[in-house]
């Protein structure tokens, strides 16, 4: 089921729900709430009463209860003699009030009974008062009367019967006028419901409804689709998760292009070179020379560094690639590393050093971290510009060492820092062959020192070169 009809099913059921409420306490309770209502302001009033029964103006005040609440109070002594009445109500005779002074003794002190009866004089009358048999079926002739009796003490001791009599109005006409307005009610209910019920689920599912048929598209890679909000937050929320999520997908299938026309152009250079040798080695008699060889030989090792690299990569992002975690000399390392570059690439003219303060030392994959430093100063040989100057630099201080490696440059704009550490994401999209690596350097190092948990970025600006840096906890110990 849809969303609309189920919201729409959903707010007819509440309606009918608030429906059948309606009829059950305009209806079915309608008689026990207002007997509900009578007992509580007869107790109320006998309260009063009983309060001010030592008052010498509690007569005053009985006939202002009986005429405010059309109530009939009775005072009288625990043998049943009337000692003041107000003249609301007929009064009880001295037995009647004898017999409801004993039952209202055995019950405490208090007793609320409703009686039917045909009247007052009626014989069976004192059978019938407080005899537990109280309210007789609605076909008997009659009325009911409500009947609250206390017994108060008042301050000279002697015990006093306090009795309050009410008539209860009859509710079947009311009820059977409400019955027949409720009716039209819950016609005209319904029909409003109804109504509500299609405009509202209708209102509610379309957002939703639209933002589908768009999740639709970015799913057959229509990354051009644009989610609108539908008007309430959370349809808001989503239309902008969904369009951030379209143009990062957007952003995702354009670096896999670029990355599928950058490892097709790097792995046919190298194999268009060595079948172009290999073929002139066959064709043409005295070709079959050391240099041409020696070339054949270099660009096979690359493209055996190009399909190591994309493995790397695929390791780490797989989270298969693990770590011989030991203690070693950064330093040394790092010299290492340094020493041999300086000694590739110095008679390219390129000017590589290494500066550093102390010796420290760190725990991690030796191995690993050498191959990210190599990814970093092969990527800096790469765009060091015509100053050919690389700079790595050591420091420790504070339990962290921190390594970088700095190049003169044309920098990066802060646009595209980010971007980077994508595989083969270029700053220049025009595809030029690197001097060193394959292109997937940056994406290496990422992995690698995540892995190490290690802090890493850039810091570069136009025209001025770039410096990236990692960061890891120094080994004291």
Known sequence: MSVKWKIFFYILIFAVAMIVLLWLFQIVFLNDFYQAIKKNEIQKTAQTISQNIDNENVETLIDQIGDRFDVRVEVADMEGNAIYSTDTMPNLPQSELAVVARKTQESGGSKIEILRMEKFENPDYNEQLFNGNNIPPRGMSGFETLIYSQI????????????????????????????????????????????????????????????????????????????????????????????????????????????????????????????????????????????????????????????????????????????????????????????????????????????????????????????????????????????????????????????????????????????????????????KRVSVGTGLGLSIVKGVLELHHAEYGVESELGKGSVFWFRLPEDTK
């Open 152 to 431: 108060v003490t008042p301050e000279d001791g002697t015990p006093i019967l306090l009795v309050l009599t009410s008539r209860i109005t009859p509710v079947d006409a009311t009820v059977d006028t409400l019955r027949v307005q409720l009716v039209y009610i819950t016609i005209i209910l319904l029909g409003c419901a109804l109504f509500l019920a299609f405009v509202i689920s209708k209102w509610i599912s379309r957002p939703i409804v639209k933002i589908n048929k768009g999740a639709k598209k970015l799913a057959r890679a229509e990354y051009d689709v644009h989610f609108d909000d539908g008007g309430y937050r959370e349809i808001a929320e989503l239309a902008d998760t969904l369009n951030y999520a379209s143009r990062e997908l957007s952003k995702v299938e354009k670096l896999r292009r670029e990355l599928l026309a950058n490892i097709s152009h790097d792995l046919r250079t190298p194999l268009t070179m060595i079948i172009g040798y290999s073929e002139v080695m066959r064709d043409i008699p005295g070709e079959n020379s050391p240099k041409n060889i020696q070339i054949i030989i270099d660009e096979a090792k690359r493209l055996t560094t190009l399909v190591n690299d994309a493995m790397d990569i695929s390791k780490l992002q797989a989270g298969t690639q693990e770590l011989n975690m030991e203690r070693f000399n950064l330093t040394e390392s790092i010299s290492n590393i340094v020493a041999r570059y300086i000694k590739l690439m110095e008679q390219e003219g390129y000017h590589i050093s290494f500066i550093c303060e102390r010796d420290a030392y760190v725990l991690g994959d030796e191995v690993k971290i050498g191959q990210a430093l190599c990814n970093l100063i092969n990527n800096a040989i790469n765009y060091s510009g015509e100053i050919k100057r690389i700079i790595v630099r050591q420091r420790a201080e504070n339990g962290i060492v921190t390594v970088s490696v700095e190049d003169n440059g044309e920098g990066i704009a802060k646009s595209q820092l980010e971007y980077i550490w994508d595989r083969y994401y270029k700053v220049d999209k025009t595809h």
